[in-house]
């Protein structure tokens, strides 16, 4: 990864590993709020030379700090400064929407010594969208700038009418500002002494709060509290492997980092760099994969999406009534309509996953008057789907790009090269995903059900049939019996996309095959052409398309293989479970314990996982896997509006003791202890104040 990253609500810093903002990199480095890039440029120079670097280390999601030294350098009197004689230490953090610099010289050569200790900052306004270079003909922007004695304001009219500004101030006042960005200090250092500054850069937009600037060790307090509030509303978990436990505090400052409260409580924006935003699709499998983290993450993404729900046709964005949003945008581009995020609906699954999110939450808290709430949601969402989302009326759901500046592919697979027959030609739409089709039968049965004890016994009747015709109708159209497996999709002439790929996987999840298709599934998944070692390939080696350094054609995606992890559970698979689990894990340790949002999907033979290019990282899917992982390890399965949470753990290799408390189910909490005892998994129930029964086992209602 060329960047490092820090984030707080919805401003994030990217910067290089000297805590620079550099002018020549080309990775995008910048202060990013509201697709905005409102500094391009912050690079510290001593006598015109870099810092050469000791160290850099991150704290939580919002602290970096850098610890470099200086190169030889020739000082202000003509003498030569050895390397290594000044120690320099660059904090930053961002709190209450601004970003903070604490920058400290220590003298640690023989001789007093006097430097220049030059900033140069730049602000371009840039949207996210050109910095990625996704729009073909860039704004043309001319920044004005502002000096004072202490402060260098950068100033600019979008073609949005909105005005927005880059606030830097500077204590102590610098000797020098120019207009041209430098701010200059003339640093004189006895032996052992020290100097620092302090700086304050906030993004302002016309019409929103504006930051002050805040006592910087009252800041750091505040940062330091929101951490530990975090901790404390999620789920504790410990195990014996100090490994698998980094893995985890890793994933937890990462979900924490992603992070934006956008009015109804803490939401996961997708990923960082390209991608901090809400996200329909990428939310929703979030919170489904950290309910048993904290579920108060998903309550905020059904109250957000639900908010932007499709309340009309509207070719430009891919909008119809009751489809939840894909992408939604709030920058100059979005604002003048150069793009079709305000928001943009261009996702076919994003629709039947926010069902069964609403559901699966129930099941979680037995919140009926939150679920009472969103019942006008939910049966926007399913007439969404009979009515607009099965175009033809075969009984599947089918996508298709209206849009012109829309997304071909409405899958989560999404490249356009991903949906792709055995041939290597590429399919046309409409196309009926395989994946997709099992999220709706999941999303009819759940809320038949749910419905029924609800008392309303006659929509839940025709949902039931209505799931019990696409089970039955499935695996006519999509199994492939020479591969023995499920075809990626139907094509626009309802032709198989033959491809051998890892959406079948989901099928499991969903519940949607029976037992015998089910078998040949899995042992598919776990074939040699499928399982890399490390994860579960989207795509079969032996397919004319794969290509283990693309992006959706034969890398591993974590998040992907954590929902056939859960399908594997369901139907029963538990040591095949275990054994991706036990690859993701190895993997996990690669990278840092960060795992990104993709690799590629080289065997594990042929070495280390290899990172894929351009993956974000941290990502939300990706952060919330190990957490979906340990429920699929634990059996876990709540069922609070019957009074029971069902239980029936079976630990990897790599584990033999798990302690999990404050685990939040209904209205309390449950403290478990599982442990490996000869060849067996045995659970001990350490607290419970949820009144509910805790029962061994799983049966068919709870998988």
Not at 183 to 190: A, E, H, M, N, S
Request: proline fraction near 5%; charge should be neutral; hydrophobic fraction near 40%.
């Amino acid at each position: 990864m060329r960047y490092s990253v820090i984030k707080e609500n919805d401003i994030f810093l990217l910067f290089d590993r000297l805590g620079d903002v550099s002018k020549a990199e080309e990775a995008g480095l910048g202060l990013y709020t509201r697709d905005t890039r409102f500094l391009s440029r912050m690079e510290c120079y001593l006598n015109g030379r870099k810092p050469t670097l000791l160290d850099l280390k991150t704290e939580g999601n919002n602290e970096a700090v850098v610890l470099a030294t200086n190169p030889e350098l020739t000082t202000v009197s003509g003498s030569v400064l050895p390397p290594n004689s000044l120690f320099i230490r660059r904090h930053l953090f961002i709190s209450g929407g601004a970003l903070y610099e604490r920058i400290l010289l220590r003298n640690y050569h023989r001789q007093e010594i006097e430097v220049n200790l030059d900033l140069y900052v730049e602000a371009d306004f840039t949207d996210i969208f050109e910095v990625r270079g996704c729009i073909s003909e860039e704004m043309g922007r001319n920044p004005s700038v502002t000096v004072g004695r202490q402060e260098m304001v950068f100033h600019y009219r979008g073609a949005d009418g909105l005005a927005r500004r880059t606030e830097i101030k500077l204590d102590p006042a610098p000797d020098a500002v120019s207009g041209k960005g430098r701010l200059g200090y003339q640093v004189k250092l006895p032996v052992d002494g020290t100097f620092g500054i302090t700086v304050f850069v906030a993004p302002l937009i016309e019409g929103e709060p504006r930051p002050s600037v805040q006592n910087t060790t009252a800041v750091l307090r505040s940062i330091k509290k929101s951490r530990r509030e975090w901790l404390r509303g999620c789920t504790e978990i410990v195990t014996d492997n100090a490994d698998f436990n980094a893995w985890i505090k890793q994933s937890l400052n990462d979900l924490r980092a992603l992070m934006v409260d956008f009015g109804d409580g803490l939401f996961p924006v997708a990923g960082i760099p390209w991608f901090a935003v809400p996200f329909g699709r990428d939310s929703i499998i979030t919170a489904v994969q950290t309910l048993m983290l904290n579920p108060s993450i998903a309550r905020a993404i059904i109250r957000t999406l639900a908010r932007y729900q499709g309340q009309k046709v509207d070719p430009w964005r891919d909008e119809q009534p009751g489809k939840i949003p894909h992408e939604i945008r709030r920058g100059e581009l979005a604002n003048i309509k150069r793009i079709p995020h305000t928001p943009y609906y261009g996702t076919v699954d994003a629709t039947p996953l926010f069902l069964v999110l609403l559901s699966e939450y129930y099941h979680w808290t037995g919140d009926e008057a939150f679920l009472r709430e969103y019942l006008p949601a939910v049966d926007y969402a399913l007439g969404w789907i009979d009515q607009y989302g099965d175009r033809d009326g075969d009984g599947f759901v089918e996508y298709l790009k209206e849009s012109p500046a829309g997304i071909e592919n409405q899958g989560w697979k999404d490249s356009g090269d991903s949906i792709v027959h055995k041939s290597g030609a590429l399919a046309e739409a409409p196309i009926a995903l395989a994946e997709v089709q099992g999220y709706i039968y999941d999303a009819k049965v759940k809320w038949a059900a749910i419905l029924d004890r609800m008392g309303y016994y006659g929509k839940a009747a025709e949902l039931r049939q209505s799931a019990g015709s696409l089970k039955q109708n499935f695996l006519q159209a999509f199994w492939m019996e020479g591969d023995g497996f499920i075809a990626l999709a139907l094509d626009k002439n309802k032709r198989q996309v033959e491809t051998v790929a890892s959406n079948g996987g989901h099928c499991l999840w969903s519940g949607l095959l029976d037992k015998q298709s089910a078998q040949q599934v899995v042992r598919r998944l776990l074939a040699p052409d499928m399982f890399s070692g490390y994860g579960i390939r989207t795509m079969s080696s032996k397919a004319r398309a794969y290509n283990p350094i693309s992006y959706h054609n034969g890398s591993v995606w974590p998040h992907d293989n954590s929902l056939i992890v859960m399908g594997l559970v369901r139907y029963g698979f538990r040591q095949e479970a275990n054994r991706v689990i036990e690859g993701l894990f190895q993997a996990a340790r690669y990278f840092n314990y960060r795992l990104p949002e993709l690799f590629c999907g080289f065997a594990r033979e042929e070495g280390r996982p290899v990172p894929y290019p351009a993956a974000c990282s941290p990502q939300a899917w990706a952060a919330g896997t190990v957490f979906l992982l340990l429920q699929a390890i634990l059996g876990l399965f709540p069922r609070v509006a019957g009074g029971e949470v069902f239980l029936d753990p079976v630990l990897p290799e790599s584990i033999s003791y798990m302690r999990v408390k404050n685990l939040q189910v209904g209205s309390g909490t449950v403290d478990l202890l599982v442990q490996r005892e000869g060849g067996s998994s045995c659970w001990e129930l350490l607290r419970n104040s949820s009144g509910l029964r805790i029962v061994r086992g799983l049966t068919h209602t709870a998988a």
